[in-house]
């Protein structure tokens, strides 16, 4: 065994069970299966339908079918926590999930909240307040905006496709934007390293830029011109509502507003502490997504 080789088997934790990642189609949790099943773990990639995953094995989740959750934790020791998408209060049915897990042998939880949401706040703040009374081993990941909103299926790529334009009500506020992949990258150390964080961990980008820095970016690196053209809270929340329940709308454009008062104006050194390597910024993600046919 080379040096290298004892450094490594001293940080990640000998396989006993399988990773249930929940959400495992989607942009992080996708990402972890990948980083996971890669560096020969076995992983149950849950989602609604049991779609399948390379180097997985496909089980079917639903929140809201317990009927589905005991499948889904057989011979599971560590598990990925995606709550449920728009569901003002996630709390109502992660945490009967959670107190099942641990009751059944999970050790681990790895719970993916976001940087606006603190420990005890709204919706999945619930969730984080409670975990560390549910497991031994545990982290909340709470990152930033995500780069990808600018690059695959979010509103604002759409827009960037379609009209050159991103429209926000977040003015000139910077946002520490964060690559969905560091994201995974922490996940996976989170979930197998031979400690857990037993923390929170907000992550960003290397940078904070504003939504006029992101257009100027994009432009650069497709050569198709891309501006921000900013709204007014009202404005935003208005043309949201026409495309989802007003509630969601509202708080989306909350958020924007927070971001023009400067809230997601910070940068951490959390990916490269958790991960041994420094965050990737956008325009190094720009160049992966983007320029070729994005």
């Keep these: 065994m080379t040096t290298a080789d004892a450094s490594a088997a001293t940080r990640v934790a000998p396989a006993i069970g399988s990773t249930l990642v929940i959400g495992a189609t989607g942009t992080t949790g996708s ?22 995953v390379a180097g997985a ?4 989740f639903d929140w809201y079918d317990p009927g589905t959750h005991a499948a889904a934790l057989d011979c599971v020791d560590r598990v990925y926590v995606i709550p449920p998408v728009g569901d003002p ?23 993916l909240s976001a940087s606006s949401i603190p420990e005890g706040g709204p919706a999945v703040g619930k969730v984080h307040r409670a975990l560390p009374g549910i497991f031994d081993e545990w982290a ?21 496709r379609d009209d050159g334009i991103i429209l926000t009500a977040a003015g000139t506020g ?12 922490v996940a996976a150390h989170a979930l ?24 100027a970016i994009v432009t650069e690196v497709t050569g198709r011109p891309v501006v921000h053209r900013p709204l007014s809270h009202e404005e935003l929340r208005d043309r949201l509502a026409a495309l ?40 190094a993600v720009a160049e992966r997504e983007l320029r070729h046919g994005g």
Excluded at 89 to 111: I, T
Excluded at 140 to 160: C, D, K
Excluded at 247 to 270: C, K, N, P, Q, Y
């Design 140 to 160: 909340v990941l709470r990152p930033s905006w995500f780069m990808q909103n600018f690059t695959g299926g979010h509103l604002h790529a759409q827009s960037i």
């Design 192 to 215: 197998t390293d031979v400690h857990a964080p037993d923390t929170d961990l907000v992550l960003t980008g290397p940078e904070a830029l504003s939504h006029d820095d992101i257009a």
């Design 31 to 52: 990402r972890t299966v990948a980083r996971l099943t890669a560096a020969g773990h076995a992983v149950k990639a849950a989602s609604r339908k049991g779609t399948p």
């Design 89 to 111: 209060d996630p709390a109502a049915v992660v945490l009967p999930f959670l107190r099942r897990a641990r009751a059944v042998g999970v050790r681990r939880a790895v719970l």
């Design 174 to 185: 910077r946002v520490g934007f964060v690559d969905a992949d560091d994201i995974a990258a």
């Design 244 to 283: 989802m329940p007003e509630e969601f709308a509202a708080m989306l454009a909350g958020m924007d507003r927070a971001i023009a008062e400067g809230a997601e104006d910070r940068v951490t050194d959390s990916v490269r502490h958790v991960t041994g390597r420094p965050a990737r910024d956008f325009r």
């Design 57 to 60: 094995e496909p089980v079917r």
